[in-house]
């Protein structure tokens, strides 16, 4: 907060050039603070590590030199990628799930009194114990892992699509009433794009916790993907292993959720907040 | 040419808006309707939008029911109303892609030079001033070419410099397109400036106390405040809404 309004005051006057030095220091740790707190949790870690046997806490190198094994003989990728096609199907499953159910309980009290208690009572499921039921009823190929993520992806989306839907002003909604807009112009050209900034706020957090659905359904069972992956260091104790598939799933999370931001960038969504 | 017979209208909460409002105006004139807050003036306006059906009562335009929102009727609201992704030609354009059949309307570039945005036309909403955005609320009233245009306080949320300035391009734009209008509107000098009658509404339910008309000569400047009939015309209006309220005798 002191260095904030400092900052601001040198700013505006532009004359305090005996501050300078410290406010470019500022600007420069500011820039640089991410690397610096990496380094830090590594340098910690090394230390950490020194103290105990590697199969309780493997050190940063040794975890780095497992990493380069596993992408080298191509098991690291393999995994990942059969993970990422059980997350991305769910994400689009219980996306399209969200928006068949947020449609109706926006424009219907009906459809709302009707359906939401059912959307609440999802989120309440834990779905680490409803999922041995997905896999009795259907197996434990990837189509059950695609349904957990669709679960678990399903509530933070549909309650975004909501709330978006909804979120055209009174105003907006007479205007369009004047100008005579059929329900499906007003659909398209109103609540659609006032909803964008809501749903892509949903589709962020469903992205990252689809992985969390992935890993959940594969660690119950499954011989391929990272959830595997980490059980199979486990049972070896194998802990560089372990902790190479938490970082790559951490790593496959940031993607996703990167990768929606910028689908969000090109749409220009930020301009849509009204 | 728009006709409004004996409206009243009370809310499902039992809130009685408006009781028995009539009001008649021919082609080309500007009617303003001043009165005290939560009169009744904006419902008064939903029901001539067709927007809101009456509990009573009965409006035509051209000799044909109004039942349900015409594009032969524009609106403008005291929010501008535009949409934060599309830019002012867009916003403006917005009339001609819902719904409206016909070719009689005015281009974008046309309007934009009438309203005096040159230069903003991919401008967005959150890029313009407030008088601006009005600027462009109005222009998409005007596209369609509507025979009446109802304004809901549009200048209401503006400051002082920029109302006079937008009022007297309103006057101007309204004469050269010939376009019935309906403005509410809490500023008597306001009304007085625009207006060829001033109706004075009574607190709620809103009805009728009185019409002044306005005399004043065509094309109007703001220079005009300063005559004397300018100041007795204002006085007329003061006048009619500082009258001691006298309810109708009520028959058991």
């Given amino acids: 907060m002191f260095v904030f309004t400092n900052r601001i005051r040198i700013r505006d006057d532009g004359q305090a050039s005996s501050s300078r030095p410290v406010l470019l220091a500022g600007r420069m740790l500011e820039r640089f603070a991410p690397l610096l707190s990496l380094s830090l949790f590594i340098g910690v870690w090394h230390w950490l590590s020194l103290r105990y046997p590697p199969f309780i806490l493997p050190g940063p190198g040794s975890v780095a030199q497992r990493f380069l094994e596993k992408i080298a003989d191509g098991s690291l990728p393999f995994h990942a990628l059969v993970t990422l096609s059980e997350a991305l199907p769910g994400l689009l499953l219980g996306t399209l799930a969200a928006f068949a159910l947020g449609i109706p309980i926006s424009r219907s009290r009906l459809a709302d009194r009707l359906l939401s208690p059912f959307i609440v009572a999802s989120q309440g499921v834990p779905f680490i114990a409803v999922a041995p039921l997905l896999f009795i009823w259907f197996g434990n190929g990837p189509l059950t892992k695609v349904l957990v993520c669709a679960l678990v992806v399903f509530f933070p989306i549909v309650i975004n699509v909501i709330a978006g839907l909804r979120s055209a002003p009174q105003t907006l909604r007479d205007l369009f009433r004047a100008l005579n807009a059929t329900p499906a112009q007003t659909f398209m050209k109103l609540e659609l794009p006032a909803a964008l900034p809501f749903i892509f706020a949903g589709l962020r957090v469903g992205g990252t916790l689809s992985m969390v659905g992935a890993i959940a359904g594969e660690f119950l ?3 391929r993907g990272l959830g595997f992956l980490i059980n199979l260091g486990n049972s070896f104790y194998d802990t560089p292993l372990v902790i190479v598939g938490v970082l790559t799933i951490v790593g496959l999370a ?4 990167g990768a929606i931001r910028l689908a969000e960038r090109a749409l220009r969504v930020e301009r849509w907040a009204a | 040419m728009l006709i409004a017979e004996h409206i009243s209208h009370t809310y499902p909460n039992g809130v009685e ?20 807050s939560g009169c009744g003036k904006s419902t008064l306006l939903r029901v001539l939008a067709g927007l809101l059906r009456p509990t009573s009562g009965k409006v035509w335009l051209a000799g044909e029911p109004v039942t349900q929102p015409s594009p032969r009727i524009g609106m403008m609201f005291q929010d501008a109303a535009l949409l934060p992704w599309r830019t002012v030609a867009q916003n403006i354009r917005l009339p001609l892609e819902l719904g409206w059949r016909g070719n009689a309307h005015f281009s974008v570039e046309e309007l934009i030079q009438l309203v005096g945005l ?14 601006m955005a009005q600027r462009v609320s109005l222009a998409r009233a005007l596209i369609t070419r509507p025979p009446v245009l109802l304004l809901d306080e549009p200048f209401g949320a503006l400051d002082a410099m920029t109302r006079e300035n937008l009022t007297a391009a309103l006057e101007g734009i309204l004469r050269a397109t010939q376009t019935t209008a309906v403005m509410v509107t809490h500023s008597i000098a306001e009304a007085v400036f625009l207006a060829d009658q001033v109706v004075v509404s009574s607190p709620r339910p809103g009805r009728p106390l009185g019409i002044v008309r306005v005399t004043l000569p065509r094309p109007r400047h703001w220079g005009m405040e300063s005559w004397p009939e300018f100041g007795h015309l204002v006085g007329q209006v003061r006048a009619l809404l500082a009258q001691p309220l006298v309810e109708p005798a009520r028959v058991n």
């Fill in chain 2, 17 to 36: 808006a408006l009781r028995q409002f009539s009001l008649q105006l021919s082609a080309g004139q500007f009617m303003a309707i001043v009165g005290p």
């Fill in chain 1, 254 to 257: 940031l993607s996703v959720y």
């Fill in chain 1, 221 to 223: 069972s499954a011989d």
């Fill in chain 2, 118 to 131: 040159r230069g903003f036309e991919h401008a967005y909403p959150r890029e313009l001033s407030g008088g």
